[in-house]
């Protein structure tokens, strides 16, 4: 079946290291993905997406790579904040009629 | 701007009450979504609207009715919920036309069903 997943439920970071947040997913067809941030008690915010045509793309601190030979996505945020304390989900856009796949999500903690 | 903005925040209501989620956005997104979320889970889809009509519905049960109004609104009517359905309900938006369009959220409305 078709599942976005994330390999670690939860990952700890101490303030300034870089983080990274990982993705597997199963369908070989999925062309398109985005990274979510949910801080509690908001909704997901977009953070930065990612085509299948590509194998990286850059935000402001953040990177996503993907590896569609073993379906692989990392989601990296360089020298962690505070403010970066969040559940992270990957997603699959499916196909044309806009459902997306979540994963089950990764909550990070930035420790002081 | 890619604001997508919900009312209420918070709600309470009871198993025999009628209530109305609400959700607006003026980036002249033509596909709009309902989604339930549980704490310390994904967001599921509910509905899907795509030129203000319903184009997908992930077998909900009947006691939730979407509604679209305008391309701007978004209407989730509830009516005798049940506790279980106490959850977080997101809304969201998106173009349409192309399957690689980014769906923007909204804060969510946390409903608590007594």
């Known amino acids: 079946g078709e599942s976005v997943g994330l390999h670690l439920p939860t990952l700890s970071v101490q303030e300034g290291d870089n983080s990274i947040i990982n993705c597997a997913y199963s369908n070989s067809a999925s062309d398109y993905f985005i990274w979510y941030k949910q801080e509690s008690g908001k909704g997901p915010q977009f953070i930065i997406d990612?085509?299948?045509?590509?194998d990286k793309r850059q935000g402001q601190r953040v990177t996503v790579l993907l590896n569609k030979t073993v379906k692989h996505l990392s989601l990296q945020i360089a020298a962690t904040q505070p403010g970066d304390s969040a559940v992270y989900f990957c997603?699959?856009?499916?196909?044309?009629?806009?459902?997306?796949?979540f994963g089950q999500g990764t909550t990070l903690q930035v420790k002081p | 701007d890619t604001e997508v903005t919900q009312t209420p925040k918070h709600l309470v209501m009871g198993m025999t009450n009628k209530k109305s989620l609400k959700c607006e956005q003026h980036?002249?997104?033509?596909?709009m979504y309902w989604y339930k979320q549980k704490a310390k889970k994904p967001p599921e889809l509910m509905f899907v609207?795509?030129?203000?009509?319903?184009?997908i519905n992930e077998s909900v049960p009947s006691r939730f009715s979407p509604e679209c109004p305008n391309s701007s609104l978004l209407n989730l009517h509830l009516h005798a919920l049940q506790p279980e359905d106490s959850a977080l309900y997101l809304c969201?938006?998106?173009?349409?036309?192309?399957?690689?369009?980014?769906?923007?959220f909204g804060p969510g409305t946390r409903l608590l069903v007594l």
């Open positions: 997603a699959e856009n499916k196909g044309n009629t806009g459902k997306l796949i």
């Open positions: 969201a938006s998106s173009q349409v036309g192309a399957k690689k369009e980014t769906q923007y």
């Open positions: 980036m002249g997104h033509r596909a």
């Open positions: 609207y795509s030129y203000e009509k319903l184009s």
């Open positions: 990612i085509r299948s045509n590509m």
